[in-house]
């Protein structure tokens, strides 16, 4: 089977996108890398670190690694963004998505980007996930992966007096067949067992601590079941995550952020990634921001980074061997 090729953009060029990238590629993976972005800032961190990255070929042991520049026009220093920087930002992470919808490329990493940046830049940005799928016209679904826990959300980052009205009977429907169909696709699973939390204190404690469960959830469920998906819950949150049941099933869908990733981070943030489900590629992110204090202090963990391309690595591997099959 072909070595999966990734692309790997770093983000932020003033973060620490740039270190993790050289740490990244100065080890050996099983997988060809083509980093796309600001190679003057990718140098420099090297050079901090004393791991200076450089193209290499495909060998038996150590993939491949292709250097791909995307200058900033703006020179970069560590901790400091400069808004100027933002449409070179935004056009590494196109390059990539463009390099994978075509072919050339197998999935895509990314490091984090600094959206305040990218806004005052002058472009409207609300993330990565979202500019990925605006970029292949699909809709998607955010999931945060340790060894322990996958965890897809129905909704991301909204206000908690949102969130009720933002679960609907379509956005569940539509969460829920997207992690199903990447859980098959991109895990190798056959069928996947799903665990689906409720949304209120003990799952809504039969409608007397809320009715969303009995009129949106359970409905939505059933239907689903009978189309043939996996599907545990509406299920109490505070004892979704106990070990014995985690053990059960392949993934959890929360209702809103904070209702399943502070579990996924208590119990293995340095390795967490963040996925990008529903994409016709693997997408995986490191789960972190940019760390501006860090960046140029050459003390930045890249332990998410090199999780991220494993995971993808492994994610690439399956739907290439779906398509050789």
């Not at 080890?27 to 190679?39: E, K, M, S, V, Y």
């Not at 197998?106 to 490091?111: A, N």
């Not at 980074?305 to 398509?323: W, Y």
Request: charge should be negative; include cysteine; proline fraction near 7%.
């Amino acid at each position: 089977m072909p070595r999966p090729r990734l692309a790997l953009v770093p983000g932020e060029p003033a973060g620490i996108g740039p270190e993790l990238c050289a740490r990244a590629l100065a080890r050996q993976w099983d997988a060809d890398l083509t980093f796309i972005g600001d190679l003057a800032s990718l140098q420099a961190a090297g050079e901090r670190i004393g791991r200076v990255p450089a193209a290499r070929d495909a060998s038996a042991d150590a993939g491949q690694v292709v250097l791909i520049d995307s200058p900033c026009p703006a020179a970069t220093r560590p901790g400091l963004p400069d808004p100027a920087n933002a449409t070179a930002v935004v056009a590494s992470l196109l390059q990539a998505a463009a390099g994978c919808r075509s072919g050339r490329y197998d999935g895509m990493v990314t490091g984090p980007v600094h959206k305040a940046s990218i806004n005052a830049g002058g472009i409207a940005y609300t993330g990565t996930t979202e500019l990925l799928a605006r970029d292949a016209d699909r809709t998607v679904v955010m999931m945060l992966a340790n060894a322990v826990v996958r965890v897809a959300l129905v909704t991301t980052h909204l206000p908690l007096r949102a969130v009720p009205d933002a679960i609907t009977p379509d956005a569940l429907e539509r969460t829920l067949r997207i992690v199903d169909a990447a859980l098959r696709l991109d895990f190798g699973i056959a069928v996947p067992r799903i665990a689906v939390l409720g949304l209120n204190p003990h799952a809504g404690e039969d409608g007397h601590l809320g009715r969303e469960e009995l009129e949106v959830i359970t409905p939505v469920l059933d239907r689903l079941r009978r189309d043939g998906l996996t599907l545990e819950g509406p299920l109490p949150a505070d004892t979704a995550f106990l070990p014995r049941r985690l053990e059960t099933v392949d993934a959890v869908v929360a209702m809103y952020h904070d209702q399943g990733l502070p579990v996924l981070k208590f119990s293995g943030f340095e390795q967490a990634v963040n996925l990008t489900l529903g994409l016709p590629y693997p997408r995986v992110a490191v789960d972190h921001g940019t760390a501006l204090d860090l960046a140029g202090t050459g003390a930045a963990d890249a332990s998410s980074l090199f999780a991220a391309i494993e995971t993808c690595t492994a994610l690439a591997r399956v739907r290439i061997q779906g398509r050789t099959a």
